[in-house]
């Protein structure tokens, strides 16, 4: 069988722990292949390379790190369809829905392709007297990124290009579900002309993920998965005196008032709450219609959308969504529906059961959706992360804005409608870290930045753009003064400028 090791110090590592997961093959059940769980010492042995490579690499100039990035670019372009088909067939999501998944990585490492002039800094000429002031960004030395399995493409490069592209040195430790695209980074990365140590690909579970918290040498730790986990993360890493952030669940809502397009409405809202199985921290599992009459239409509406869909293996260029990652998900999936049921909503479709002719162990499920949906049910106010859409009724736009401003998510929001100005006062007052407007899956640009608030984020900085850049490196302030007279007295008081 197939088994998936490390990548440590510009090269395959056998795994030495004796500990291994499954993967899966999410669309017949079968384990396809096993992944070694890397040992306290195995993270050790790649902290220990990585801070070797650091020095070198922090001092390579930054049009030479941009290069390696121009080429990393060109590189995973080169390999877009290998690394899809690999990524569908540990994850389940469709190929088309992968090529996605890796462009999105890619666009942040394009990003990261403009480096010199991100790290430029700030000067001040004649500050005072003789006086020029100046700031300059650092890297930080080694740096570790831990990642969840529904993008296990574009969230390790969100870390590891921006991080290394500021001059730090990394650990990428992958999800244990889908480890084979990061692996294929690590090789790309040195491919593409970083030093040996620069990326590391340690795989595991939370024995690595304790160890990267745990180690002196790594400075900063970004973090996604779900919320319980993140913020452990974050208190722990933090303990340690690292600097953390940490991106954790979700439960977005997309508001329709009465004026919206309510073609446009549904169709988006199906692929955005159905797309990839759910499995996406930016997907719309919650509708919120204001007034009865749109209630009754989008239902209506949705539902029809919803009977339309194909579900198929992740290799049918046809189906809308495949299988999801694991059987113990789709069991967690069913259990909430379930859940959804005996808490009074009404269940207007019913995806449990499904199965696919010719794949009957595969872990698929059909979609679900549910109408009359109320904020005190515990379905509502967890994270599902399956094909399984709510609908909550409100009766005014305020009481549609209280839902997702009060709920403890606060990833991605959206708002249907053509009123420009009721639209622009809820982005500026919702609670809510990025916001649609007629745009159901609000995940921004590369050279902005990605982020939610409350349980959705622990830490202040998001994740690329100029954000991701302030958090890793460090800012150091030089005040240099070429005085042409004697200064005096002055060194006894504090030096103002004035
Ligand atoms: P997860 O929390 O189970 O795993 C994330 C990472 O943590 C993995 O690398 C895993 O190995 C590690 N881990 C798991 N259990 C651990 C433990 N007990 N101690 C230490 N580390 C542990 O998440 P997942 O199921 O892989 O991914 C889905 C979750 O990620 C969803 O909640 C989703 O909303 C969230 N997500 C959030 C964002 C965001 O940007 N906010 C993006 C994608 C996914």
Known sequence: MREVHHFIDGGVVKGASGRFADIFDPNTGNVQAQVALAAESELAAAAEA????????????????????????????????????????????????????????IDVVEFACGIPHLMKGEYTEGAG?????????????????????????????????????????????PSEKDPSVPMRLGELMLEAGAPEGVLNVVNGDKVAVDAILEHPEIRAVSFVGSSDIAHYVYSKGTAHAKRVQAMGGAKNHGIILPDADMDQAVKDIVGAAYGSAGERCMALPVAVTVGEKTGDEFVARMSEAARGLKVGTSTDPEAHYGPVVSAAHRSRIEDYIQMGVDEGAELVM??????????????????????????????YRDEIFGPVLQVVRADTLEEAAALPSSHQYGNGVAIF?????????????????????????PVPVSY????????????????????????WT????????????DIGDQAFVIPTMG
């Open 50 to 105: 990585a801070a070797k490579a650091f020095p070198a690499w922090a001092a390579t100039n930054p049009q030479r790190r941009a290069r390696v990035m121009f080429e990393f670019k060109r590189l995973l372009e080169a390999n877009l369809d290998e690394l899809a088909e690999l990524l569908s067939s540990e994850h389940g999501k469709v190929v088309a829905d992968s090529r996605g998944d890796v462009q999105r990585g």
């Open 129 to 173: 007297p003789g006086i020029d002031v100046f700031s300059m960004r650092q890297p930080l030395g080694v740096c570790a990124g831990i990642t969840p399995f529904n993008f296990p493409a574009m969230i390790p490069c969100w870390m590891a290009a921006v991080a290394i592209a500021c001059g730090n040195t990394f650990i990428l430790k």
């Open 350 to 379: 019913d995806g449990r059961g499904h199965t696919l002719q010719g794949h009957e162990n595969g872990f698929f499920i059909g979609p679900s959706l549910f109408d009359r949906v109320r904020p005190d049910m515990r379905s």
């Open 417 to 441: 409608t053509q009123n420009g100005r009721a639209a622009r006062e809820f982005a500026a007052q919702v609670n809510v870290g990025m916001v649609g407007i007629n745009v159901p899956i």
């Open 448 to 471: 902005h930045t990605f982020g939610g608030w409350k349980r959705s984020a622990f830490g202040d900085t998001n994740q690329h753009g100029p954000e991701g850049v302030r958090f």
């Open 474 to 485: 460090k800012i150091k302030t030089v005040t240099q003064r070429w005085p042409e007279d």
